[in-house]
């Protein structure tokens, strides 16, 4: 029965790709000699503002948006959104920890709803969305979703789309991957019919969804294809895949041999096991992983070239730290959050040191950046 339906959906995505002729390598060479300098660009830096009750541990995700920013912190204790302004200050916080009404357990997934101006976040604990008015941060809306999903992204009509995972015990509800809903999480139409991938499990990523010029792409768990939404055909087509020069991805076979395994599996073999995708206007932006080593690749858009790097061998010759892991796009900018653990060891000529005073254990910094 898994073979067939695996037969049924490589069928689906050939037709998919000969049908649109967009499919295409995004393709990165390995490179070990890079600076931080010939690397980021235009860079902008945003100090946030620290206090006793928005102190931020681990930002999971990042949204800018309408002149604010959004951090969901989902895996420290003090769990929360929290909302600053572009010059760094604390405007305050979205929700809380509960089970009352406007409150969350387990805040997973947020999105921006441009269309309603609201604030969506998803308490996974309750399988529940929660709409917050972007200007007062008050709930407005809440109600639960009647299937399990591992994240949505909203569509430039103010519909959602629905990520499934094959992980998800999903009895009475639609077997598909891909769901288009209303905001009120009403299923519209479905995509690709679901196959048993293995879930996502440790590796952090928090969304398999990317936006560019209004465009919604998004990938399965340990899948080099890219796939694009169309919303005005609602349909599917494979835009292209991901290839590293002495990095490999896991093909399909693979995967679904080791299914039980998989984790294991890929540390022992050494696939990449995991990628977050961005995109702006110049370039792809690509942060991946083995089990041990993390990567970032650089895809110039134009000269059609990539090219990666071990983010622990990158030359920090602009006192950046490190390169962290890129979090969204704000004004085609890519943004990152560095953390100042200790601001002690950051050299006088770094783009930072105007802003070590009062940081030191207190929030991170938002670096937008631009490649070269």
Known sequence: MVWTVFVVLLMFLVSCSNETNESSVVHFVERS???????????????????????????????????????????????????????????GKIGSFGNGPGEYIMPLTIAVDEVGNRITVKDVARNRLLHYDAETLQCVDEHDVSFLSDCMEYLDNGSLLWYVGSGWKDEGTPHYHILMTDRNSSIVSRHIPKKDFPKRSMYNVMTYFHQYDKELYFHHPFSNTVYHYDADADSIKVAYTLSCDNLVFPTEEYVMENNDGIINQLKEDGYIAYYDLLENSEHKLCYFGTDKERYIGAYDKERQQGFYT?????????????????KTVYNDSFVGLVYMENPEAIPSNSVLSPYLCGNDDGNPIVVLYKLK
């Open 33 to 91: 000699d890079v600076k931080m300098s010939e690397l980021v660009s235009d860079y902008t830096i945003i100090p946030l503002e620290t206090r006793d009750d928005n102190l931020i541990l681990d930002a999971s995700m990042v949204r800018i948006w309408n002149g604010r920013i959004y951090i969901l912190d989902c895996f420290s204790s003090e769990k929360g959104i929290y909302v600053f302004s572009l010059n760094g200050s604390y405007v």
């Open 310 to 326: 071990n983010v622990n061998k990158i030359e920090d010759d602009m006192g950046l730290i490190k390169f962290g892991r890129p």
